[in-house]
């Protein structure tokens, strides 16, 4: 393990549950009357960086906050459905922090932190006592209390939800508590502007250099110290769930100035999304995974069977229920559709490479998720309690359908406008796609990276999900950063500012700026022939095809190779429209993305190609159980793998550092979900 | 399928804009509209030519959530389909052959930036004249269960709750009325018993600030419901009237 003097975990030592109450107070604290003096950088105003923002400021601390979109209300934390966990036990099914604890270690294939997820669990009811608070309209009972429903890898019922829009609500609840810091001036706000590189003086984070999307201007900005809360890389898969303009630019400029990547290969393929129709496509839209609630999710069982639905000429309704495969419910019968995303998504990928795949794309893939079980159960249901005596069926259906209705319908409406089906008469059409990274820059228990100063939170750090993300454990991780974590873990590096002055006229920000203009000069007289997106989607095919959702040695070779040779001929052949002092240029803030998607691609398979087990979401098919599940390798793998750039050098010479996983409170063992 | 295309540009918002008309092919009927500009704007691209720059258009989860995609097409906020955002609009709902005009949102408080990209940020400001329930973010409330809402209730505000800033509402008003927009969060909050302890102030700061920014009056025709791609009813202007009147007598 060289130079692993660097990064040093912070992690207290005491027992687990004392962990985090003993630390905070240890941590220095900033006086009121110093806060004004401090100023704060949140880059990224989603979940993670909406509610670190409005909480730095509400202590007074001075913040300013930037973000690509024309507003914070559009980051794509919007777009979460399904729901945020917390263990409230509101259901007496038992839950308890540990159980939420010991699910979310259990998820990440014990590739995770203890400590961090610990603390998670720990802080999860608060986050939602404070979103009431705030006027998120959460799902209620009939008595009037909280409503919950369960996701998958657990066995108890702890996701609070507001309908299929959960994470809209949640973000529009910490935008607004934004906003009414806006007011006040103690946030100054950078609408449609972009972090194109980090400022170090003599190793310290110091600030930004941001452009101005509309005016196309270059902006210094210093700062006591910097907040990343710039969200997942999965667009480098091209098609992804993720927003047009996710990106991992910050993160990766960080990285290049010092900051460690951690697990990059790590990426969640969500299972429910709708399936890939042609070569057009630009995106892929999720389906949340609450459904899984309510549908079985099945393909035929005879091969010709799914000739005939794929071609048109059998609707899923014509398959007999023996003529059904729920897989599963057969492969797993203790959590059924229920499992974590990393096996749902396995399961699906198996069934179609066997010829089970029942959409008609380009590779037969596709899986279904029918409803029409809980429509019936709940349409009797229904009837029962108004009294109807012998309901026909299409009373139930039209009963139940109204309950549907009521629990997904902005998803029911979603999945129609986009394939012209109605899910509730047909099933749904899935298959698994890119989704969420776990993988990011690696930081210490007070979430700070390597870099003095620069502390990374949200989906854009490593720390919390281990090698798969359960479902619902995203939204809670960017408010616990945000709103409970973060402000108490930052006073205690910046009780050492209070004195200090910053501005923007010292060297190294020139120095950065000048890099940063001399970058976008070289994008726009390169003069090649092909634009950005033909760039995109070529790294999107490798990526998915080689550090997809199964992986092998030869395949992440190949990768690496075909990487460096994109990267080569995207230098050397790409086509920016415009002008330098243009303003407003779509096309080249995509270049500048894809050019530093090009890069951490690489990482991703040389970290990918590195772990020599199967693990969550990274499945190398060299290890596998006989009956095709996951199989770790706790003895030689049970590290965070720890990316240093070196400045100068090639990303392939890169030095990975071991943090290794102690785990003293779960106990480690191998996964099973049968 | 094939189109004629008749869209809207403006280097920015001094210059004057014009139609300018493109021919595109083969477009997929299961593409969705932004896929097809997308497309358009690659072709741009590859003609290569300096003075042809490819059509700048708002856009980015392409899952109708985050509001950010806008667009008259053919005269209306979001196209032909009804409850519908740009991004979830497909080519299936238009004929082979159609010439489809695309313009930008034109209200007098979203000014155009660059050809179909208007300014939104007067929503913004309307939010931070009182469109929260002020409550700090880092400290300690009352336990969630400790509020009972009534199932209705609770409904009913997440009705409300659910608008997506994209300002439809006020592209297809003939008064350029904002009334939809700043009642959904109104009534949003004034719906919950957290958020009626400022009800009064919120309802006066925001239609102060609505009228600021020079959106226009509502005069009940509607078409803000009727174009409205998260289906928000007009039952919650009357309900922000009711509140805004009651707020100058309780």
């Not at chain 1, 806006?182 to 930004?208: C, F, P, Q, S």
Request: with cysteine; charged share 25%; aromatic share 10%.
């Amino acid at each position: 393990m060289k130079n692993s003097f660097k990064f040093h975990s912070e992690i207290p030592v005491t027992s687990l549950t004392h962990k985090w109450i003993d630390h905070k107070s240890t941590l220095k604290l900033v006086s009121p009357n110093n806060r004004s003096n401090i100023e704060i950088i949140v880059v990224g105003t989603g979940l993670a960086g909406g509610s670190a923002a409005a909480s730095l400021s509400e202590l007074g601390y001075r913040v300013k906050a930037f973000c690509y979109q024309d507003s914070p209300r559009r980051a794509h934390s919007v777009a979460a459905q399904g729901g945020i966990n917390a263990s409230k036990n509101y259901k007496g099914d038992n839950d308890s922090i540990y159980q939420l604890f010991y699910d979310t270690i259990k998820g990440g294939d014990y590739r995770s932190r203890e400590a961090n997820v610990y603390r998670l669990a720990e802080i999860s009811s608060n986050i939602i006592d404070q979103c009431v608070a705030q006027g998120v309209p959460f799902a209620r009972d009939y008595a009037g209390y909280l409503e919950t429903r369960s996701f998958g890898g657990t066995k108890v019922s702890r996701t609070f939800y507001a309908k299929g829009q959960t994470g809209q609500q949640l973000l529009l609840a910490c935008y607004s508590s934004m906003a009414r810091q806006i007011g006040k001036g103690r946030i100054k706000m950078y609408n449609r502007h972009e972090m194109l590189d980090l400022v170090t003086v003599d190793g310290v984070a110091k600030g930004i250099i941001a452009r101005n999307l509309i005016s196309g201007k270059i902006e210094k900005h210093a700062a006591h110290a910097i907040v990343i809360a710039s969200g997942g890389y999965g667009n480098i898969f091209f098609l992804s769930t993720n927003a047009m303009g996710s990106n991992a630019s910050a993160i990766w400029k960080v990285h290049k100035k010092g900051g460690f990547f951690a697990n990059p290969c790590y990426t969640q393929i969500h299972p429910t999304c709708i399936p890939i129709h042609g070569n057009y496509q630009s995106k892929l839209t999720l389906m949340s995974e609450s459904l899984r609630n309510d549908g079985r999710i099945w393909v035929p069982n005879k091969l010709e069977d799914a000739v005939f639905l794929r071609n048109g000429s059998k609707k899923p309704e014509d398959i007999s229920e023996e003529n059904r495969d729920y897989y599963l419910e057969r492969r797993y019968p203790s959590f059924g559709n229920l499992v974590p995303r990393d096996v749902a998504s396995r399961a699906a990928k198996e069934r179609c490479d066997k010829g089970f795949g029942i959409e008609n794309n380009e590779n037969k893939e596709g899986v279904f998720l029918d409803f029409s079980f809980s429509i019936e159960k709940y349409g009797k249901e229904k009837a029962n309690e108004l009294g109807i005596q012998q309901p026909s069926s299409l009373d139930k259906k039209k009963l139940g359908k109204k309950i549907m209705e009521s629990k997904y319908g902005n998803l029911f409406h979603m999945y129609e406008k986009i394939t012209n089906e109605d899910p509730y008469k047909t099933p749904m059409k899935i298959y698994p796609a890119v989704h969420y990274t776990m993988g990011g820059l690696w930081v210490d228990y007070n979430l700070m990276t390597s870099i003095p100063g620069c502390y990374v939170i949200g989906e854009a750090n490593f720390s919390d999900h281990g090698s798969n993300r359960l479902g619902a454990s995203a939204l809670m991780q960017g408010l616990a950063d945000g709103y409970f974590i973060l402000p108490y873990t930052i006073a205690d590096y910046l009780s050492k500012c209070i004195t200090e002055k910053i501005s923007t006229k010292h060297i190294a920000f020139q120095q950065a700026e000048k890099n940063v203009k001399d970058r976008i000069q070289k994008l726009i007289q390169n003069n090649g022939n092909m634009p950005v997106d033909f760039f995109h989607k070529k790294l999107g095919n490798i990526m998915w095809k080689y550090v997809g959702m199964s992986r092998n040695h030869i395949g992440l070779c190949k990768a690496i190779k075909n990487i460096q040779e994109l990267r080569y001929e995207f230098w050397k052949n790409v086509f920016v429209p415009g002008y330098v002092d243009d303003g407003l240029n779509s096309e080249l803030e995509k270049a500048g993305r894809v050019a530093d998607f090009l890069e951490l691609g690489e990482l991703m398979a040389m970290d990918a190609l590195n772990r020599k087990e199967s693990c969550g979401s990274h499945f190398r098919e060299e290890y596998q159980t006989k009956e095709g599940e996951a199989l770790r390798d706790d003895v030689h793998y049970k590290y965070v793998s720890v990316w240093e750039y070196r400045k100068n050098y090639p990303i392939s010479d890169e030095i990975m550092h071991k943090e290794d996983l102690n785990f003293t409170f779960a106990k480690v063992q191998s996964r099973s979900y049968k | 399928m094939n189109f004629k295309l008749k869209i809207w540009r403006q280097k920015n918002s001094k210059e004057k804009g014009y139609f300018k008309t493109y021919q595109i092919y083969n477009i997929s009927s299961n593409s969705s509209f932004l896929e097809m500009l997308d497309i358009l704007n690659n072709q741009i691209i590859l003609c290569k030519k300096k003075d042809s720059s490819p059509i700048s258009f708002d856009h980015d989860c392409r899952e109708g959530i985050c509001g950010m995609c806008s667009l008259y097409i053919n005269g209306r906020a979001h196209g032909p389909d009804s409850l519908t955002t740009t991004c979830q609009l497909h080519m299936r709902h238009f004929h082979d052959g159609e010439t489809i005009y695309v313009e930008p949102w034109r209200a007098k408080p979203f000014p155009i930036i660059k050809d179909l990209i208007v300014d939104r940020s007067s929503f913004d400001r309307i939010i931070i004249s009182g469109g929260y329930i002020s409550v700090n973010t880092f400290g300690k409330t009352i336990d969630g269960n400790m509020i009972p809402i009534s199932k209705h209730q609770a409904d009913k505000a997440f009705d409300a709750s659910t608008c997506i800033g994209c300002g439809a509402c006020v592209a297809v008003c003939k008064n350029r009325s904002a009334m939809l927009f700043v009642s959904a969060k109104v009534s949003q909050f004034a719906l919950l018993p957290q958020g009626k302890i400022e009800r009064k102030k919120r309802v006066l700061n925001m239609i102060k600030k609505m009228d600021e920014e020079g959106f226009g009056s509502c005069t009940n025709t509607r078409t803000c419901e009727v174009e409205c791609p998260k289906g928000i009813s007009t039952e919650y202007i009357s309900f922000m009237n009711r509140e805004y009147i009651q707020s100058f007598t309780i």
